[in-house]
């Protein structure tokens, strides 16, 4: 179980507080950063680790703790500030990040970050290594959930769809996806540089159940993920969201791909993130 158990309005705030974390840690990388995919992605990683997740700090070596992956290693930034905020590491480690020595590098590495299950960012690698993990819990007789988070760009990857053909065949009705689909990559829209579209066909068409969400909106978040089925299929969620949600003059804008907040915009981003 979560040891958190937040309700919705509890969420919105630690939401806002990791949008915060965002927003300081991409604009003190001495190598950049990816802050519109960090900002896309909160609510989903917000709803998991103070709702949804069956794992603690505490717990970290757990056999039957819950499993979440971040398939979409570019969007590092925001899965560490989450995890800053769920307890895995101090808030004070935020500023080394891409730093020299840092224990936060540009991607996920596992042997560096508390809390980070598995090594990603070379795109399309963390589904099918959840595919491997679902299946060993499963023979394991473990009650143990796998939830992985990929982008929607990261689906023109082959390697994805050969492991959705797994994990169909086998029934891993304990492993969730979620498509972080907020529709940019790279310099543009992902309809134009790499068109996935239709993704709930696709899935389907792999044997996988298929869920829709507003991936912004955590209530919808919450309750899409909490009314998941078991039913003998791997679960996708298709998370419709928007890259660089949370900041007005970030969201939608491809150009904040590899683009982190110099200036006035760190105040102006704050500004915009204060509680209400």
Known sequence: MNPFQFSIDELEKKARSIRRKIIRLNAGSPA?????ADLSQVEIVTALYFRILNCAPDRTADDNR???IQSKGHAAGGYYCCLAEAGYFSPDWLPTYQHNDS???GH?????????ELNTGA???GLPVAVGMALAAKRDGSARKVFVLTGDGELAEGSNWEAALVAAHYQLDNLIVINDKNSLQLAGATQDIM????LEDK????????????????SSVVNTLESLKAESSPNVVIANTVKGAGVSFIA??????????????????LKELEDV
């Open 32 to 36: 950049g950063g990816h802050t519109g």
């Open 66 to 68: 819950d499993i979440y």
């Open 103 to 105: 224990h936060l590098p």
């Open 108 to 116: 996920p590495v596992r042997q560096k970050t508390p809390g980070v």
């Open 123 to 125: 795109l399309g690698h």
């Open 195 to 198: 068109k996935t579209d239709p």
């Open 203 to 218: 899935w389907k068409a792999f044997g996988l159940n298929v869920t829709h969400c507003e991936g912004n909106d955590l």
């Open 252 to 269: 939608g804008r491809p150009e904040w791909h590899h683009r982190v907040p110099k200036g006035d915009e760190v105040e102006r981003a």
